[in-house]
């Protein structure tokens, strides 16, 4: 082997491993950007891991409507967390996944509700018990 020959192979290896270094690099930029990708994905398919603001003022919307209608009953605090479990959260009417944290009740009968759904919900009934308290004094007196 000619040492022209040995030159031209060590400087296309040098090329190669310099490639490869560029390459790599391109490779973990892409596996960053996917990783802030499927973050957001993953918030706009469920709401429920999107910041408060808006979607808060909806879920209390439909837990005052549910109180009002009978269709709620309200709760005191007495619900047991664990992983979901794909069934529908009485609040939202959208399934607790596995990767939200539900909250069970079995009184008076038995419902589901995203943990968030049910702090709105836990929030909406001290607010409708004080105001059912309220309007029955007012009948009295
Ligand atoms: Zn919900």
């Known amino acids: 082997m000619s040492q022209a020959t040995l030159l031209s192979g060590a400087r296309e290896l040098?090329?190669?491993i310099a490639r490869s270094k560029?390459?790599?690099l391109?490779?973990?930029r892409l596996v960053a950007q996917s990783r802030v990708l499927i973050g957001s994905s993953r918030?706009?398919?469920n709401p429920h891991?999107?910041?408060?603001?808006?979607?808060?003022?909806a879920v209390r919307e439909a837990v005052r409507d549910g109180l009002e209608s009978g269709e709620l009953f309200p709760v005191d605090g007495n619900g047991f967390g664990a992983r979901g479990t794909r069934r529908l959260c009485s609040v939202c009417d959208t399934l607790v996944l596995p990767t939200d944290m539900e909250i069970w009740i079995t009184e008076p009968r038995p419902a589901r509700a995203h943990a968030?759904?049910?702090?709105?919900w836990l929030d909406e009934s001290k607010v409708w018990r004080e105001s059912r308290t309220k309007l029955a004094r007012s009948q009295k007196g």
């Not at 891991?49 to 003022?57: E, M, R, T, V």
């Not at 968030?116 to 709105?120: D, K, S, T």
């Open 26 to 28: 391109d490779c973990r």
């Open 116 to 120: 968030v759904c049910y702090a709105v």
């Open 49 to 57: 891991w999107a910041l408060a603001g808006a979607s808060d003022d």
């Open 22 to 24: 560029a390459l790599c």
């Open 14 to 16: 040098g090329q190669l």
């Open 43 to 45: 918030r706009h398919l």
